[in-house]
């Protein structure tokens, strides 16, 4: 017995020196840290740090090296190992998800913007850290340099908001590739002058190691994977690994050539960029091995280095990160009025321009950590640049999301960004959750439901217990059969389908894309426990993995109660991809029940809606109620009445009309309108273009409303 407490207290003796529980713990931190982060809406990047920071030597020192005896004879740990290969990830992924055609569209002033972006943040940086902060030449330089990288780590913003093939967008792309590249050079000279090779003969080596280096990535690399991918068609796990060992190989190859090996890992994302389509199979497992494991171990060993002590050891390493953070932002707005002035753009798109290019993320901490393990800077910078990737990610997006809203408003929207859905193709899906409250449900699909159509109502049973998953599908079944009964009294035609899957959301999202669903018709939400308030409820879960229309329904009452349909609409409602869908289907429920619609809407949006009813021929009797103060969604009380069916458009989280006030809708008009019918409407909206939880940046409401005096500065109105 005591040698077994001693083997465990040994085991986890502080650090942990286990490799396996190790690995186990670095796991838990990554599957935990977005759920618990998730109620604040902590940015992702930033939680895998923080979580680092706890844990790691200058915390809890739950973390540090996890084999010093392995380490002492290879000079490799394994969390130094997997950081590494994180690293490369990250610049690999920047320089594969760049968008090389509409570089090409408008090279000329992506140059300029590039040119920009890179010069103001410099100049502005060198002098602030070489005598106002007091650092040497080359730490100077570099520090300067990293303010002029950027990550587009809002791009997914304004590809929500279908701006993205405006040219303030494009620019802002091309200026990327340009600035990235150029300070990832100016890296590779500081490290020679650090490590005191420079002379002609340095400049010499450079130069024709970077050219071979070129014509290898550009030359050979890209014929080779052409080749390896069309004559190994059917081996999609030798294409990844193809993949992984060109950028290991690139990387070796860029520090043969006397360059920083995340160029390597950057250039080979280039050389691959137009071999990889941005929604293949391939890129799919790229994205997803990258974001699951070696980017998230990337970040929490950069929040090993960090020692959150320096913070309270005076006030120099809060000087630092806010004399960092200060900089990092007016460098970036001052390129974006730079260029604003020069191409006329518009304040909207300026503003647009500075969101897109503020945000601070993967290369700036490339750069940094190269900086910090060459010794060339302190870890106030490092500590700083964690507080600087914090607040610019934060600030760039409430200013991209503010941006792009005016910019819509100006009608600079992309085409085709609503959707049709023909109605001799339309296929609606119906979850079963409760029982009891299906059959009015049933009614509201069988109204809505196009007479064109050929296809069924597909009504679904997930099963969710894997073990006894036989036994639960003829339950299911038999619960399906049921409503297959009911419908049959209306001559509707139902398809039955049993899911079985160990998540229901997961379950409805699958079999929505299976069937190619335009439309979701589920129950009201019910109360949920304190788990599913942590990890995230079924409905919110079911709206992040669905993109199609959603009708959610609380339909207690019969429709021959109800004397009018009220349609809350909120501002922007008419840039959703689903706008033109719902209000058709609303159209055809108030043709059926005959019953006229009031729509409460602003004045902007009631200018759309009578567009839509003029597109639709609809002789649907329709009025319009005036409201403008959307942040106040209790205010609409006063346009409905206890006969009224209530129709509430909302909208998924980071979609164009969504706003704080639209949070967790559900559960307030729930209720406060506890006698009367209910539907809630999500548009549907692109394809997998929400943020990926690594990524998200999206604040908190708290975080928002806070923060609201930083968007008036960068003039954002009230919509």
């Not at 030359?219 to 190994?232: D, M, Q, V």
């Not at 049709?420 to 409250?437: Q, S, T, Y």
């Amino acid at each position: 017995m005591d040698n077994f407490l001693d083997h465990l207290s040994d085991a986890f003796r502080t650090p942990l020196t286990n490799p396996v529980l190790v690995f186990a713990l670095v796991l838990f931190i990554i599957l935990l840290s977005p759920i618990i982060l998730r109620p604040i809406k902590v940015p992702g990047i930033i939680g895998f740090i923080l979580f680092g920071v706890i844990l790691g030597p200058h915390g809890l020192n739950w973390l540090s090296k996890i084999d010093q005896q392995a380490v002492n004879m290879t000079g490799v740990d394994a969390i130094d190992l997997f950081s590494t290969i994180g690293l490369l990830y990250i610049m690999f992924i920047a320089g594969l998800e760049l968008d090389m055609n509409e570089f090409q569209k408008t090279k000329n002033k992506s140059a300029l913007f590039g040119f920009l972006t890179f010069i103001i943040p410099i100049s502005i940086g060198f002098p602030v850290c070489y005598y106002f902060l007091g650092y040497s030449l080359l730490p100077s330089i570099l520090v300067a340099s990293m303010f002029a990288t950027h990550t587009l780590v809002t791009y997914p913003i304004v590809t929500s908001y279908g701006i993205s093939k405006n040219e303030a967008v494009a620019i802002t792309i091309g200026g990327t590739i340009l600035t990235d590249t150029a300070v990832l050079i100016i890296l590779a000279v500081i490290k020679g002058v650090n490590q005191g090779n420079i002379g002609s003969e340095f400049w010499f080596t450079l130069g024709v190691s970077f050219a071979i280096f070129l014509f290898i990535m550009f030359g050979l690399i890209p014929r080779i994977a052409k080749w390896f991918f069309s004559r190994i068609e059917g081996e999609k796990t030798a294409h990844y690994i193809f993949v992984l060992a060109v950028v290991f190989f690139a990387a070796f190859l860029a520090e043969i050539a006397g360059l920083e090996h995340i160029i390597g890992a950057f250039v080979a994302g280039l050389a691959l960029n137009k071999l990889i389509p941005h929604s293949s199979a391939l890129m799919n497992r790229i994205e997803f091995i990258g974001n699951a494991i070696f980017i998230p171990f990337f970040l929490i060993s950069v929040g090993m280095i960090v020692d959150v002590s320096v913070l309270t050891k005076g006030p120099t390493a809060l000087i630092v990160a806010g004399t960092l953070t200060l900089v990092a932002v007016l460098g970036k707005f001052l390129a974006a009025t730079a260029t604003q002035f020069a191409f006329k753009y518009s304040k909207s798109q300026r503003n647009l321009i500075f969101g897109l290019s503020n945000a601070h993320a993967a290369a700036t901490l490339a750069i940094i950590m190269v900086g910090y393990n060459s010794k060339l800077i302190d870890e106030n910078v490092l500590n700083g640049t964690i507080v600087l990737i914090l607040f610019t990610c934060i600030i760039a997006s409430l200013v991209t999301e503010s941006a792009s809203k005016k910019v819509v408003l100006e009608g600079y929207q992309d085409e085709l960004h609503v959707e049709h859905v023909h109605e001799n193709d339309e296929r609606i899906l119906i979850p079963i959750a409760n029982l009891d409250k299906m059959e009015p449900i049933l009614d509201f699909a069988t109204l809505i439901k196009s007479k064109k159509s050929p296809h069924p109502l597909n009504i679904l049973s997930v099963v969710t217990d894997i073990e006894q998953g036989e036994k639960n599908k003829v339950t299911a079944r038999e619960n399906l059969d049921k409503m297959a009964m009911y419908a049959s009294g209306a001559e509707t035609e139902v398809e039955l389908i049993t899911e079985i899957n160990y998540n229901i959301a997961g379950g409805i999202s699958n079999a929505s894309r299976e069937i190619f669903a335009d439309c979701l018709i589920m129950g009201w939400p019910s109360a949920v426990g304190f788990v599913e308030k942590i990890v995230g409820e079924k409905t919110e879960s079911i709206l992040n993995r669905t993109d199609t229309n959603l009708f959610m329904c609380r339909l207690d009452k019969p429709f021959i109660l109800n004397k009018l349909i009220t349609i809350f609409v909120p501002p922007l409602a008419e840039s959703e991809m689903g706008f033109e869908f719902w209000m058709e289907k609303m159209l055809k429920l108030s043709q059926e029940l005959s019953l006229p619609i009031s729509f409460v809407c602003n004045q902007r949006t009631q200018s759309a809606l009578e567009s839509m009813l003029d597109k639709l021929n609809s002789n649907v009797l329709s009025s319009f109620e005036n409201y403008e103060d959307w942040d106040d969604i209790y205010g609409l009380a006063t346009f409905s009445n206890s006969d009224s069916l209530l129709i509430f458009v909302s909208s998924r989280n980071g979609d164009v009309s969504y706003r704080d006030s639209l949070d967790g809708l559900a559960k307030r008009v729930g209720r406060y309108y506890q006698n009367q019918n209910l539907i809630l409407v999500f548009p549907s909206r692109r394809e997998n273009l929400h943020i990926d939880e690594y990524e998200d940046i999206q604040t908190a409401p708290i975080f928002r409303k806070i923060s609201r005096e930083i968007g008036n500065m960068f003039g954002r109105d009230k919509v």
